[in-house]
């Protein structure tokens, strides 16, 4: 069973910043494609930003020029770095493996932004 942690969330001020981690439990090259959701408080799971199958990654708009995934193949691990927080960021941030028609959440890491 595929398992990923995430971590690093927390509470920070506007204009912050924080780095978000997510640990897989296995080589994270098996997976088709990788990336980091959000869920804010009454609203739907978004996308904040992903490797696709191809190696190439999107954001949504609304991160764009603030937030940088990246990944290290050795650990087995996925990266959010996020600059320039705002508000509007704060939600549960989720890490989300896919494979083989499967897919894969890890718990979700809180990330708190005041104003």
């Known amino acids: 069973q595929v398992q990923l942690g995430e971590s690093g969330g927390g509470l920070v001020q506007a204009g912050g910043s924080l780095r978000l981690s997510c640990a897989a439990s296995e080589s994270i090259f098996s997976f088709n494609a990788m990336g980091w959701y959000r869920q804010a408080p009454g609203k739907q799971r978004e996308l904040v930003a992903r490797?696709?199958?191809?190696?190439?990654?999107n954001y949504a708009d609304s991160v764009k020029g603030r937030f940088t995934i990246s990944r290290d193949n050795a650990k087995n691990t996925l990266y959010l770095q996020m600059n320039s927080l705002k508000p509007e960021d704060t939600a549960v941030y989720y890490c989300?493996?896919?494979?083989?028609?499967?897919?894969?959440w890890g718990q979700g890491t809180q990330v708190t932004v005041s104003s």
């Open positions: 490797f696709t199958s191809g190696g190439t990654t």
């Open positions: 989300r493996a896919a494979r083989a028609f499967k897919e894969y």
